[in-house]
């Protein structure tokens, strides 16, 4: 199974993304982690893109597409792979469905995260991530007000989760990824989610939704 998840900034992509790869045994890439994990390791990669991402806005396709399909030519044998933050514009779209048919593959759902403008700045303001094991999620979730609850480490707010930056991610999004919903409407692909709910209750909405549009059924044993 093929799945694409996009959704502005803070709507939860991170943590529906891996849950869903994990309910449905898929690949997961995070280009969003990929990206600040390679600023942090300060790659050429890394350099060239963090002022980018310091600014909120996007990495240009010619840094996306090499990273994009080298990652996905990795994955041959696996049973399929869940992308989150990847395509965020019509021409990465156009880029994954070049891939995709010159791989005689797919894409069986593409699943847009709606969350109003109001709580996402609400959400963005409480979020932390782990540098560790690059878990996210709210400040409430963490371990004794400061630890990752996966692993342990001590996890902190998102080095580009500052309101400025957030509002040119939120305007970028807005007006790069947002197209996607009528693109992957006409192509009958388009899984639209109402992603305001505690994260259970989307994570089985989203799950309910993708069964039902790949019409296929989990393994007994999960
Ligand atoms: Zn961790």
Same mark, same amino acid.
């Given at each position: ?9 803070? !709507?939860? =992509? ?7 790869? !994990? ?26 893109? =963090?002022?980018?991402?310091? !600014? ?16 996905? *030519? ?43 403008? *109001? ?41 580009? *989760? *500052? ?18 919903? =009528?693109?992957?409407?006409?192509? =009958? ?30 393994? !007994?044993?999960?």
């Amino acid at each position: 199974m093929r799945l694409v998840l996009f959704g502005p900034p803070a !709507s939860g =992509k991170g943590t529906q993304g891996r849950r869903l790869a !994990s309910s449905l045994s898929l690949g997961y890439l995070s280009t969003g982690a990929l990206l600040r994990e390679h600023v942090e390791n300060a790659t050429p990669l890394g350099l060239s893109a =963090k002022p980018i991402l310091a !600014s909120g806005e996007y990495l240009p396709d010619e840094l996306m597409f090499p990273i994009l399909a080298d990652w996905l *030519d990795h994955q041959t044998g696996q049973t399929g792979w869940v992308l989150d933050g990847f395509p965020r514009s019509l021409p990465q779209a156009a880029f994954l469905d070049g891939w995709l048919e010159a791989h005689a593959l797919k894409l069986d759902a593409a699943i847009s995260l709606e969350v109003p403008y *109001d709580e996402l700045l609400q959400r963005m303001r409480n979020r932390v991530e782990c540098p560790a094991c690059r878990w996210t999620g709210q400040r409430g979730q963490l371990a004794h007000g400061t630890d990752c609850p996966k692993c342990g480490a001590t996890a902190s707010r998102r080095a580009d *989760d *500052d309101e400025q930056n957030f509002n040119n991610r939120f305007t970028e999004f807005s007006e790069i990824t947002l197209p996607l919903v =009528k693109y992957y409407e006409d192509r =009958k692909s388009l899984i639209s989610v109402q992603a305001t709910a505690p994260q259970d209750e989307v994570a089985a909405l989203i799950l309910a939704e993708v069964m039902e549009k790949a019409s296929v059924s989990l393994p !007994s044993n999960r």
